[in-house]
T-cell receptor
Framework: DAKTTQPNSMESNEEEPVHLPCNHSTISGTDYIHWYRQLPSQGPEYVIHGLTSNVNNRMASLAIAEDRKSSTLILHRATLRDAAVYYCILRDGLNYGGSQGNLIFGKGTKLSVKP | NAGVMQNPRHLVRRRGQEARLRCSPMKGHSHVYWYRQLPEEGLKFMVY????????ESGMPKERFSAEFPKEGPSILRIQQVVRGDSAAYFC????????????FGPGTRLTVT
């Protein structure tokens, strides 16, 4: 899996939007961009993933740059419960259903949300 | 639909004892992954299993650690002769398939070696 770069930490105010950036300049054409988050003292939680087009789900939106070298996870209205470490992970689409299934976690971005 | 279950949630062992960590995947999932998170560090992959098969154990320490996922019952991560450096949170994840499928994590087992 290719490498990603994220800021170590970010702060947000409650009920404001949060944009969490991720750089992946060496992404290959078949790599999917996945986001997971880990709340304090809990296991990681899948958030969203995409390939080329922007994606929305009930938790967040994923905006992918046209050249795919970067992406942004968007939390539309941060709540205190969104305080977590957010991980941006690339996964090879050619390996879908294959034998290399593990996630490679970097240091992620620690998001703090102020009331 | 129950999520991934892990037990025990907390486990205390003395140096030299054995630790057994259990993971029951989500219903319908036959792929299980184990990860370890040392204090103040990131999550590291340990092993990937399907029913009765180890698919990838490239992250497992060469000695004292073993894992299984039998045809019936939970997946087991076994650590023999534990040492203080084994103190960590151990997370299990399951998915409906290998490769790029989303993984669903359990709450973890926090192992403390005294």
């Amino acid at each position: 899996d290719a490498k990603t770069t994220q800021p170590n930490s970010m702060e947000s105010n409650e009920e404001e939007p949060v944009h969490l950036p991720c750089n992946h300049s060496t992404i290959s054409g078949t790599d999917y961009i996945h986001w997971y988050r880990q709340l304090p003292s809990q296991g990681p939680e899948y958030v969203i993933h995409g390939l080329t087009s922007n994606v929305n789900n009930r938790m967040a939106s994923l905006a992918i740059a046209e050249d795919r070298k970067s992406s942004t996870l968007i939390l539309h209205r941060a709540t205190l419960r969104d305080a977590a470490v957010y991980y941006c992970i690339l996964r090879d689409g050619l390996n879908y259903g294959g034998s290399q299934g593990n996630l490679i976690f970097g240091k992620g971005t620690k998001l703090s949300v102020k009331p | 639909n129950a999520g991934v279950m892990q037990n025990p949630r907390h486990l205390v062992r003395r140096r030299g004892q054995e630790a057994r960590l259990r993971c029951s995947p989500m219903k319908g999932h036959s792929h299980v992954y184990w990860y370890r998170q040392l204090p103040e560090e990131g999550l590291k992959f340990m092993v990937y299993l399907q029913k009765e098969n180890i698919i990838d154990e490239s992250g497992m320490p060469k000695e004292r650690f073993s894992a299984e996922f039998p045809k019936e019952g939970p997946s087991i991560l076994r650590i023999q002769q534990v040492v203080r450096g084994d103190s960590a949170a151990y997370f299990c994840a399951s998915s409906p398939g290998g490769g790029g499928y989303e993984q669903y994590f359990g709450p973890g087992t926090r192992l403390t070696v005294t």
